[in-house]
């Protein structure tokens, strides 16, 4: 967070336990005012009970909330749900059946925006793209129409921050995809400071301006999603933030000697057993007379590109993508190198196996 920059919600120290179960532990996180946040993380790890607590259904054991500067919650100030001006919207879009899509729009409006609903549904309809639907029931329209509805009701409501609680998790594939390019759009059109909750990776990095990743009820990094892929602090959050290729290595004064040659470590590490990884995309089969000698052991064909499974010469097992078909015989000889990428060099932690095989994340599907 910068001078320049206002947050429009600033949590600190936010503490909640449910029983002896310790769900958030001393939680800091800003939302800078127009900006989309996500929270990235498992399930189980606190990502909703921030959100009730953001959105007052919960009260923290410990710490504080401020919205555009006003103490909502904290000591002995806890402000009531209807009164902090959060807009919320859940997974399932949660329209009332047995209203029109305008009335559901209209419902969250103040009694003077009221006296202009029509124009007001007339106007929130043109922005998520749903012209000529007011009269419709939600069973008559697809659930992407419903979640762009259930968009429409929270920011017809005029709220300060909208929080979005795995809002596409029950779309399609195909379907979530377009939704929510489509709405983190609106939300950019529109201004709206948002916080956004999930735990699809490809969701935290693509729409976000910031994500936050939180583990065991921490936030244990935050930043640009770039900045999450390309240099995570730790090896549990590189793990987490995208596909893995892990090779055991042994880390002298910022390089890692590993079966693919001596590599430049990205970040600082300590001398000793270490653990180096790389992104699938990082690696490449080589052309002849370079690269590291491997062995095919399998490929898996995805359409796009082919993920080629290796062993290396010293028993090593890495994946890497090839574009498009490649067709090769189980045994193959190959070599695999390190491509060159924007941000040079490899990821390399401290082995907590103290230098053993450690297991390696599947990079294709």
Known sequence: MTDTVAAAVAARGISKSFGDRQVLSGVDLDLPEGTITAVLGPSGCGKTTLLRILAGFETPDAGTVRIAGELVAGGTTTVPVHRRRVGLMPQEGALF?????????????????????????????SVVGLDGLADARPHEISGGQQQRVALARALAARPRVLLLDEPFAALDAGLRVRVREDIAAILREAGTTALLVTHDQSEALSLPDSVALLIDGTIAQHGTPADLYARPTSLANAR???????????????????????????????????????????????????????????????????????ELADGSAVQLRSPGETILAEGSAVTVEVAGSDVP?????????????????????
């Open 97 to 125: 059946p047995h209203l029109s899509v305008a009335e559901n729009i209209a419902f969250g409006m103040d009694r003077a925006t009221r006296r202009e609903a029509r124009a007001r549904v007339a106007h929130w309809l």
């Open 345 to 365: 060099g490899v990821l390399a932690y401290p082995s907590p196996t103290g230098g053993q095989r450690v297991a390696l994340s599947e990079a294709g599907g």
């Open 240 to 310: 987490f933030i995208g596909a893995t290729v892990e090779l055991a290595g042994t880390a002298s004064s910022g390089t890692v000697h590993t079966a693919l040659g001596t590599l430049q470590a990205r970040l600082p590490v300590a001398d000793g057993p270490a653990v180096v990884v790389l992104r699938p995309e990082q690696l490449r089969l080589g052309v002849a007379g370079s690269g590291a000698p491997a062995r095919v052991t399998v490929c898996r064909f995805y359409g796009a590109d082919t993920v080629v499974h290796v």
